[in-house]
């Protein structure tokens, strides 16, 4: 990308490849590229140069909306500032992402995943009127209402404090054991990073191993 009249490179060189069920972390200090990489292998930006594929599609051959048919039922997505929209409950932020695709048995779907991350009594609250953790909560169930193949976490405990934190992160990593899904975490936190079964550290714009478990490659 340009910055001015000068050219600007957040990722060089970079190859990754990861498996089915596996949970990856990608650590790395502020400004290193972390979300930048996400939105990539998210589809949700394009590269300048290279190849992407998700689920085995080239993504540089779809167009915007192309890439988001390809998301649509597979991916989730649980972000530092929940994204929730402010103008729908609890239960139809859950429910927006079977809408879209479109889904069946939208409201008894979305009011079970609710019911998993403990805010069954919450169902009809607008975003404001819960707590950071109970956003997060929501947004958790959101990202798995669709029973995803993938799932993208961008420092998901980045607006919540500790305690809270450990819960929220808790609560993903036991839903992603018992979903199968594949989970991509990016975060500062070390030693979140290493409850996954690879932990990368992104630097000068290339990823390295920096812990790996279960056989997984880099």
Same mark, same amino acid.
């Given at each position: ?84 929209? +402010? ?14 695709? +479109?889904?069946? %048995? ?20 607008? +975003? ?20 995803? %193949? ?24 036991? !839903? ?8 991509? !975490?990016?975060?500062? %936190? ?5 409850? #996954? %079964?690879? #932990? ?15 056989? @997984?490659? @880099?």
């Amino acid at each position: 990308m340009k910055s001015g009249e000068r050219e600007l490179v957040i990722l060089d060189q970079l190859s990754l490849e990861v498996e089915r069920g596996e949970s990856v972390a990608i650590v790395g200090s502020s400004g290193a590229g972390k979300s930048t990489l996400l939105g990539l292998l998210a589809g949700l930006d394009t590269p300048t140069a290279g190849e992407l594929e998700l689920f085995g599609q080239s993504l540089r051959a779809l167009d915007e909306d192309g890439r988001a048919a390809l998301r649509a039922g597979r991916v989730g997505f649980v972000f530092q500032n929940f994204q929730l929209l +402010p103008t729908l409950t609890a239960m139809e932020n859950v429910m927006l992402p079977l809408e879209l695709a +479109p889904r069946q %048995d939208v409201a008894a779907k979305s009011r079970y995943w609710l019911t998993r991350v403990g805010l069954e009594a919450r169902l009809d609250h607008l +975003p404001k009127q819960l707590s950071g953790g109970e956003q997060q909560r929501v947004a958790v169930a959101r990202a798995f209402v669709g029973d995803p %193949d993938l799932v993208f976490a961008d420092e998901p405990t980045g607006n919540l404090d500790e305690e809270t934190g450990k819960r929220i992160i808790d609560l993903l990593f036991t !839903l992603n054991r018992e979903s199968g899904t594949t989970l991509i !975490l990016v975060t500062h %936190d070390l030693s979140l990073a290493r409850r #996954c %079964d690879r #932990c990368l550290t992104l630097e000068g714009g290339t990823l390295k191993t920096v812990e790996q478990r279960h056989g @997984a490659e @880099a």
